[in-house]
């Protein structure tokens, strides 16, 4: 795979060129789709009805885009950050995201954003001219930085970095291409983040209530969700109860995008920035919820985090997926000659850090049923994921 390199020499916002319908683990965006089983929060043996990687990427983008519009922002920088902003996830969901963190703590540790970059910069390799694709520096910049800044203004790494320091992989991009990593990403970025935790809430809902996590009666302890559905009930007497938690889910949408909108209006007219840069440099956000709103963001996710991604259920897969990807991990950091060529190519005379990140960049770019297979292949027993 090589050192990293110097970034591309021209740039665009998405690489126009499309692979083969065939998996393979170097190909992110094509490794998303239901049929690929890269999940979410449920892995694939739940069935077909749940949301993937790619279905929530594409619910994200379809909300980034509506804040873009209606905030006078660029729609496709905005589509584009949400459509890849979870390119770097692993099998299994968070699941696996935490694994691999575990398994590469020695040799600079894992965070899906800075797999994403790396996809995007080094992994992918289709241009005879430079490895990665040939991105704009604001897609990198916004993939970097959605969830804000990674860097103090001290240098120092940002709170939610105090432990693990920032990710390895970015800041060997960031000494190549500037990132501005103690900086705020621009609006379409931060469109983009929010429309992912718009997407979430909408769509967790709905996946816990149709796998019987929970009931929809539960949600009225979240006032919020109460007065949605006392809005539902007083408009549509005796709705069938999947008419009604679409229309919730809907509502959950809708009320969270039209208040982004308003906020965010507000904020911008507040700075009145006269450009990009003063988007990154206000300190704060500029695209968020209202008060109100953030407290009832805060308030679904403390509902769904013990009913949902706790859950029994989901907790005892978990475990099981988590020792799948821990024994690939093991196996191929003792035998990377158990890797396909392509993975396995280089590292006869490698030091332990190079065959590691190897190791965590093919695992990374499985799919569910890829890890299952691979660990088949390789040992005698696999957890069956129920």
């Known amino acids: 795979m090589g050192e990293p390199g110097p970034p591309p020499p021209r740039a665009c916002l998405a690489d126009p060129q499309r692979v083969p319908a065939r998996p393979r683990p170097r190909r992110p965006f094509e490794r998303l789709p239901p049929p690929q089983h890269k999940t979410q929060v449920f892995v694939f043996h739940e069935g077909d009805h749940y949301r993937t990687r790619l279905t929530h990427s594409i619910e994200v983008s379809q909300i980034a885009r509506a804040l873009a519009r209606s905030l006078g922002l660029d729609e496709d920088l905005a589509e584009a950050l949400a459509l890849s902003h979870d390119l770097g996830h692993t099998p299994f969901g968070h699941t696996g995201e935490d694994a691999l963190a575990g398994c590469m703590a020695p040799f600079g540790g894992f965070d899906h954003n800075a797999q994403a970059l790396r996809l995007v910069t080094r992994l992918e390799r289709r241009y005879a001219e430079f490895d990665g694709l040939n991105l704009t520096w604001e897609t990198l910049e916004g993939l970097v930085k959605h969830n804000g800044p990674l860097l103090q203004a001290d240098g120092g790494p940002a709170p939610r970095y105090a432990g693990t320091g920032v990710p390895l992989a970015i800041l060997e991009y960031a000494a190549l291409q500037d990132l501005e990593l103690s900086t705020f990403a621009g609006g379409e970025a931060q469109a983009a983040a929010l429309s992912d935790d718009i997407a979430y809430n909408a769509h967790d809902i709905d996946d816990g209530l149709r796998a019987g996590l929970f009931a929809i009666d539960d949600l009225a302890e979240i006032a919020f969700l109460r007065d949605l559905l006392a809005e539902i009930d007083r408009r549509y007497l005796g ?24 906020e965010s209006e507000r904020l911008i007219a507040e700075l009145a920035p006269d450009s990009a840069a003063a988007i990154r440099l206000a300190g704060r956000p500029v695209v968020a919820f209202s008060g109100a709103i953030a407290a009832a963001d805060r308030a679904i996710k403390a509902f769904l985090h013990p009913r949902m991604y706790r859950h029994p259920r989901v907790v005892r897969v978990r475990e099981q997926a988590d020792v799948i990807l821990r024994d690939l991990f093991s196996r191929f950091m003792a035998d990377p000659g158990a890797m396909p060529e392509e993975w396995r190519l280089g590292l006869e005379r490698a030091d332990e850090p190079r065959v590691a990140r190897r190791v965590a960049d093919y695992i990374a770019g499985m799919t569910d049923n890829y890890a299952v297979d691979e660990h088949r292949r390789l040992f005698p027993t696999t957890p069956e994921l129920r």
Do not use: G, K, M, Q
């Open 239 to 262: 709705l069938e109860p999947s008419r009604r938690i679409h229309e919730l889910v809907r509502r959950v949408i809708t009320r969270f995008v039209e208040d982004a909108v308003r």
